[in-house]
């Protein structure tokens, strides 16, 4: 198993472009979410899916969109960067969203906006 | 929402000392409180977890201890090792729109000098 995938690792965009970050799992997995992180935060949640067809918005969802359309893929779609956006940016999945279980994380992109 | 609180932000030990970090949270619906590692450039990993019917667990040189009453929660770690030098986060699980969430601190950035 590959467990959690993550493209690009690194990425750098000027302010206004949009991108998207991939994220792929291959433990068919229903519970997946993407998290930024930026120093002395630790971790906080973009949007989350709960199946395929299901999203929702976490704490920090503003300028970023999600889909579900298969259990394996959760991609994250920045509208329009900005530089508030540089952060580093976790997939993570795990077996179902009620605690207890283990969430595994990607390898994480690196994101700059200038 | 739910909101977690970690301290020390800082923490140096002396390889074979112990090493505590402590979190609160403030969702009394919390009921499954991991504790993550993060090593420089890395991706966070589970080092163990607690759920709120237990009040402590153990894992070889690493324990968890929960308080239900004072919502605070600690890790604990026994004879140190350099290798144990990063960052660790706790988090709490707690229902959140359609699925549970994990929400985190802001981390500990341990150092063990040899």
């Known amino acids: 198993n590959a467990g959690v995938t993550q493209t690009p690792k690194f990425q750098v965009l000027k302010t206004g472009q949009s991108m998207t970050l991939q994220c792929a799992q291959d433990?068919?997995?229903?519970?997946m979410s993407w998290y930024r992180q930026d120093p002395g935060m630790g971790l906080r949640l973009i949007h989350y899916?709960?199946?395929?067809?299901?999203?929702d918005q976490g704490e920090v969802p503003n300028g970023y969109n999600v889909s579900r359309s298969t259990t394996e893929d959760f991609p994250l779609r920045l509208l329009s960067a900005a530089p508030s956006q540089t952060s580093v940016y976790f997939c993570?999945?795990?077996?179902?969203?009620?605690?207890?279980?283990?969430?595994?994380f990607g390898p994480g992109t690196r994101l700059t906006v200038t | 929402g739910e909101n977690v609180e970690q301290h020390p932000s800082t923490l140096s030990v002396q390889e074979g000392d112990s090493a505590v970090i402590k979190c609160t949270y403030s969702d009394s619906a919390s009921n499954y409180f991991p504790w993550y590692k993060q090593e420089l450039g890395k991706r966070p990993q589970l080092i163990i977890d607690?759920?709120?019917?237990?009040g402590e667990k153990k894992d070889q040189r690493i324990a968890v201890t929960l308080n239900k009453t004072a919502k605070h929660f600690s890790l604990h770690i026994t004879e140190t090792q350099p290798e144990d030098s990063a960052v660790y986060f706790c988090a709490a699980s707690h229902n959140s729109g359609s699925a549970r969430q994990l929400t985190f601190g802001s981390g500990t950035q341990l150092t063990v000098l040899p």
């Open positions: 993570a999945s795990s077996y179902s969203d009620r605690g207890g279980y283990e969430q595994y």
């Open positions: 899916s709960v199946g395929a067809g299901i999203t």
């Open positions: 607690i759920r709120s019917n237990v």
């Open positions: 433990m068919n997995h229903e519970y």
